[in-house]
């Protein structure tokens, strides 16, 4: 909790500091510098660990096996943004690049095979 609020003390600072600057370039800066700070396992821990379990390979409540997923990211995405059977939408609970930074984890929860 500590650590989150830090991060995000660390990134306000660093788009103020960016927002200062006369070109367009810094503020592309502290965006990046922003949406990396986003820490995708966390989030996928806290909201979508429940069924999928940690590492995927868990089926709660009609969950679908991460681990054995084939689906490209930007169908994970949709899926994240909009819903999909019984799978909320979380599309106005997580921002594009919390749900972006979900899916990156969650494509690293696959099986190499």
Known sequence: MVVSRILTVLCIGVALAASCGSSD????????AT????????IFNTQ???C???????????????????????QMNAIVTYGKAGMMA????????????????????RDPK
């Open 52 to 74: 999928h379990g940690r590492k995927g390979d868990q089926s709660l409540s009609g969950a679908k096996l991460l681990n054995k997923s084939i689906l490209t990211k930007e």
């Open 35 to 42: 949406s990396m700070a986003i820490d995708g396992a966390r």
């Open 90 to 109: 979380y599309k106005d609970r997580l921002t594009a690049a919390e749900i972006q930074a979900v899916v990156d984890h969650a494509y690293t929860l």
């Open 25 to 32: 370039a810094p503020a592309v800066e502290a965006t990046a």
């Open 48 to 50: 979508c660990s429940m």
